[in-house]
């Protein structure tokens, strides 16, 4: 196994806490359109974008009719209601900055509209670090497609063999993968350790603050 050039790091769920509140207004967004989704089902669909996630409790018709709308929608209501309330998760700045500082090149692998991307790097404090950010605007599809890791590869100038992603849904694992890259897995953002293993995960730690406790013996290590 090549030591690892660059690492991309999902941020929802990966290293800031998100999910539960990615998940709230995804359902009120769908109640609002006549959807009435259990919570616990939307959850499962976080770490998806729009395009991805929409398909999953709407019909062809009902999006066609309503998709737009509701993604807008959504969208209003989280910079309205949530994005202030993220927080970021124990260890997750410091961890970004031991990968910078261990000589690894550093981007964030989200999907995220633009103005969340940059509330959560400000969040964080960790703009000086990176190499760069990917955007919904990088990629025409959202994970589980590669299109998101592929736009950060280019932002680290590396090899998928020779980078390495950090996410906490099996949905950044199977874009990971997709996209030539391994991944370490995250318990952070609510999936369990089977779900990550079964979707590629190479090794998993409890959040962002165990992962930069067992830095040296991780995968990230260079050696």
Known sequence: MAP??????????????????????????????????PLEEVRRQIGKGGDQLIPVFLSEDERARDGEALE?????????????????????????RRAHDAG???ALASSGKEDEVEHNRR????????????????????????????????RVHAPPDRAMAVGDSPWDALAARRAGLRTIGLLSGGF?????????????????????ARFDASPLARG
């Open 123 to 154: 969040l964080l404090g960790i703009g000086a670090l990176l190499e760069g950010a990917t955007t919904a605007d990088d990629a025409e599809r959202s994970k589980p497609h590669p299109d998101i890791f592929e736009a950060a590869l280019a």
């Open 4 to 37: 690892p050039e660059a690492v991309l790091f999902d941020v929802d769920g990966t290293l800031v806490d998100s999910v539960d509140l990615h998940a709230q207004a995804w359902r009120e967004a769908l109640r609002r359109f006549g959807k009435d989704v």
């Open 72 to 96: 807008r929608f959504r969208g209003e209501l989280w910079r309205r209601e949530y994005m202030s309330r993220v927080r970021p998760l124990p260890g997750a700045a410091e961890l970004v």
């Open 104 to 106: 690894l090149r550093v």
């Open 192 to 212: 369990d350790e089977r779900e990550l293993r079964g979707a590629g995960c190479i090794a998993i730690y409890a959040g962002p603050e165990e992962l930069l």
